[in-house]
């Protein structure tokens, strides 16, 4: 399994980013995936997740600002940013998880490599 993270980037607070998840080596149409996200000296934390029937899940921090989506065709998943702010700035991984009976998200041993998104004020 293969997880590929790639759109990070430079931009202005109440810019907009498109970051992409590539995964390769699962039946894609069943995975769940995540976007988590590590900022400078904090912990990493969920950033929005997907299952594989589409429903998506967000932070607080990031509700009605971030959308995450799926391309079962591409077998991509893509989490567009907008509204950026500052505190937006960190390094995003995309996970491919698991979800138990109660349909809860884990993350599992299998990340992207990271993309760095910086919001400058």
């Known amino acids: 399994v293969q997880l590929q993270a790639s759109g990070g980037g430079s931009v202005q607070a109440g810019g907009s980013l498109r970051l992409s998840c590539a995964v390769s080596?699962?039946?894609?149409?069943?995975?769940?995936i995540g976007w988590y996200r590590r900022a400078p000296g904090k912990e990493r934390e969920l950033v929005a997740t997907?299952?594989?029937?589409?429903?998506?899940n967000y932070a607080d921090s990031v509700k009605g600002r971030f959308t995450i989506s799926r391309d079962n065709a591409k077998s991509l998943v893509h989490l567009q940013m907008n509204s950026l702010r500052p505190e937006d700035t960190a390094v995003y991984y995309c996970?491919?998880?698991?979800?138990?009976?109660?349909?809860?998200?884990?993350?599992?041993?299998?990340w992207g490599q990271g993309t760095l998104v910086t919001v400058s004020s």
């Open positions: 080596g699962t039946l894609f149409s069943g995975a769940y």
């Open positions: 997907i299952y594989r029937g589409g429903t998506a």
């Open positions: 996970n491919l998880g698991r979800v138990d009976a109660l349909g809860s998200y884990f993350t599992t041993n299998y």
